[in-house]
T-cell receptor, first 115, second 114 residues
């Protein structure tokens, strides 16, 4: 597509429920990144994909968080048994190369609110 | 390891005045450096980047930044602020050997007064 698409744009869920956040990167972009942006804070790295592989999962906060990427394209971030501290904006970004040379193209994010 | 410090979480300037947003970085390998802008309810947009070569880089909307290795800085400037520049700005560093994972600063909110 023309840009990075994320869905849903907003999600309100009850504590303890599972949620799935979707990212559709720019066609042909091999690298895909998930970040989390909490209110008034910077971006927190969650996970990185190169193709369908995730060489770096070091930012996932707990085992309640998981992510996958299929066909070298769409990625899904899943949060199980959501907690109030999971409330944040989840940002997806893609890049045409690894090594960071080109920078990222970001989606508009999914605002997750856990009540 | 890499880190970014943005000095000043809020900066306010008058329309037409100089914009200066400060960024200092730490990186154990030669860095790639970026500035991103985030308008309300939008994702981040790449403003400019330094990878190699010329240390003064120009970006969109009249912004520029200078890489100063000796000062480990990458400050963002614009000679004359416009109302439309009001947004949050993020500095980021990516090492050349860490698969492109960028570390972001906490952001600086720029307010432009008429």
């Amino acid at each position: 597509g023309a840009g990075v698409s994320q869905s849903p744009s907003n999600k309100v869920t009850e504590k303890g429920k599972d949620v799935e956040l979707r990212c559709d990167p720019i066609s042909g972009h091999t690298a895909l990144y998930w970040y989390r942006q909490s209110l008034g804070q910077g971006l927190e790295f969650l996970i990185y994909f190169q193709g369908n592989s995730a060489p770096d999962k070091s930012g996932l906060p707990s085992d309640r968080f998981s992510a996958e990427r299929t066909g070298g394209s769409v990625s899904t971030l899943t949060i199980q048994r959501t907690q109030q501290e999971d409330s944040a904006v989840y940002l997806c970004a893609s890049s045409s190369s690894t090594g960071g040379y080109y920078g990222y193209t970001f989606g508009s994010g999914t605002r997750l609110t856990v009540v | 390891a890499q880190s970014v410090t943005q000095l000043g979480s809020h900066v306010s300037v008058s329309e037409g005045a100089l914009v200066l947003l400060r960024c200092n970085y730490s990186s154990s390998v030669p860095p790639y450096l970026f500035w991103y802008v985030q308008y309300p309810n939008q994702g981040l947009q790449l403003l400019l980047k330094y990878t190699t070569g010329a240390t003064l880089v120009k970006g969109i909307n009249g912004f520029e930044a200078e890489f100063k290795k000796s000062e480990t800085s990458f400050h963002l400037t614009k000679p004359s602020a416009h109302m439309s520049d009001a947004a949050e700005y993020f500095c980021a560093v990516s090492g050349t050997t860490n698969a492109g994972k960028s570390t972001f600063g906490d952001g600086t909110t720029l307010t432009v007064k008429p």
